[in-house]
C-alpha cells in the first residue's frame, strides 16, 4: 500500500509521421489488469508492430517518474525502487539503459529501438515494450483482444479470503467486489448495487471511496449512491456522481469521517431504476485515466492514529469486473 498524498485525484487522427496511421492502430493498454485511459493521444503502432504510447500515464501507472528536457528533447524515466533509468530522446533510435549497483555506480547499455521515439500530434511518443522491460515488465501481446498486456515487476495475483468480513493478512492484497440487491427488475422497480471491500486491515477505518461502475443507460437509469453499511446509509462529508464520466458508466466519490466503516463488508450502495424490464449487466470497469489516476480507489486511516492514512489503488486493489446480471421480470 501507499501512503496516502491526496484522494482526489480517438477514432481517427492525423499523425506527424510519413505515413497515415489509421484507428486500427490504436491498440489497449492494460497494466496489471487495468486498462489505461488516454485523453487526446492514443497509443499508435508503427514500423514492424512498435507500440508507441504517449510518455507519461503508462509508466507512471507502474510507479515509474518520467521528466522531459525541453532543451535536450529528451525523456528521463526512473523506475518506482530506482534501479532502472532509462533515457530516450526524440529522433534517436538509441536508448540509454542504467541499471544502479549502488548509489554512486550504474552499468550502462545501449539499447537500439525499432522506432525512434517522435511527436505525434504534439505528444511525446515512446516505445512501450522496450522501455517496459527496462524496468522489469512483462509484456505481452493479444492478437485477439488487440491489446498490449503488461504485468509490473512487483505485481502478485490476489488471492480472495474465505470470509469477506475477516482480513486475510498484509500479503492479501484489498479487494472489491459488487452485488445487487435484487435479482430480477420491472420497469420502474429500483436495484441497489453494493460495492464491498475485503481484506481491510482490523484496526482501519474508511474515508474514502471513489468506484467506476458500467451499466446499460438504455435499460437503466442512475439515481445516486450512499455510503452504506449494515443495511444503513452512513453520512458523508464529501459526495459526487457523474453518470456521464464514462459511455455507460457512473463514477463516484465520497468522503466520510465516520468510524461506523471500520471493517469489510459493503461499504456503499449505487441505486438504479429500470426504464425497461429487459433487465441486464453491472460490473466494476479496471481504469487508469493518464490525468485522474485510478477510477477505483478506497482510503482508510488508523484507527489508533488518524493521521495515519493509506491509499489502495491500482496492483494493490483487486478488482472483481465479473459483470452481475439483474434479470427482466
Keep these: 500500500m ?25 491498440p489497449a493498454v492494460y497494466i496489471d489488469g487495468a486498462r489505461i485511459g488516454f485523453n487526446d493521444q492514443e497509443p499508435v503502432i508503427l514500423g514492424e508492430g512498435t507500440t508507441l504510447v504517449p510518455a507519461r500515464g503508462v509508466f507512471e501507472a507502474m510507479g515509474a517518474r518520467v521528466e522531459w528536457n525541453e532543451e535536450k528533447r529528451q525523456v528521463r524515466i526512473d523506475s518506482d525502487d530506482n534501479i532502472n533509468r532509462i533515457y530516450l530522446t526524440i529522433d534517436n533510435p538509441t536508448m540509454r539503459v542504467l541499471t544502479f549497483t549502488s548509489i554512486f555506480d550504474a552499468d550502462e547499455e545501449a539499447v537500439t529501438l525499432d522506432v525512434a521515439p517522435q511527436i505525434i500530434n504534439d505528444r511525446t511518443m515512446i516505445p512501450l515494450r522496450a522501455i517496459s522491460e527496462a524496468i522489469g515488465a512483462d509484456v505481452k501481446w493479444d492478437a485477439d483482444a488487440y491489446s498490449v498486456m503488461i504485468t509490473s515487476k512487483d505485481y502478485e495475483p490476489y488471492t480472495p479470503s474465505s470470509d469477506l468480513n475477516e482480513p486475510a493478512g498484509d500479503n492479501i492484497k484489498t479487494g472489491m467486489t459488487i452485488a445487487a440487491s435484487a435479482d430480477s427488475v420491472s420497469e420502474g422497480e429500483t436495484v441497489d ?3 464491498s471491500m475485503s481484506n481491510l486491515p482490523a484496526n482501519a477505518y474508511l474515508t474514502g471511496m471513489s468506484s467506476l461502475v458500467s451499466y446499460s443507460a438504455e435499460d437503466f437509469e442512475y439515481e445516486g449512491c450512499e455510503l452504506y453499511r449494515d443495511g444503513k446509509t452512513i453520512s458523508s462529508i464529501v459526495k459526487a456522481d457523474n453518470a456521464e464520466y464514462s459511455n455507460g458508466g457512473v463514477k463516484v466519490l465520497m468522503v466520510t469521517l465516520d468510524e461506523n466503516l471500520t471493517t ?36 482508510f ?15 494493490d486493489l483487486f478488482l472483481d469486473t465479473t459483470p452481475v446480471t439483474v434479470s427482466g421480470k
Excluded at 496516502?4 to 489509421?22: E, F, K, P, W
Excluded at 459493503?266 to 441486464?280: I, P
Excluded at 488508523?302 to 496492483?315: I, P
Design 264 to 299: 469489510s463488508g459493503e461499504v456503499a450502495k449505487l441505486t438504479f431504476r429500470a426504464k425497461t424490464s429487459k433487465g441486464g449487466d453491472f460490473a466494476l470497469v479496471s481504469t487508469y485515466d493518464t490525468l485522474r489516476g485510478y477510477d477505483n480507489a478506497f482510503t
Design 193 to 195: 448495487i453494493l460495492v
Design 301 to 315: 486511516t488508523n484507527k489508533d492514529n488518524v493521521e495515519d492514512m493509506f491509499e489502495v489503488s491500482g496492483a
Design 2 to 26: 501507499k501512503k496516502l498524498i491526496s484522494i482526489a485525484a480517438a477514432a481517427a487522427m492525423m499523425l506527424s509521421v510519413t505515413s497515415a496511421v489509421n484507428a486500427q492502430n490504436n
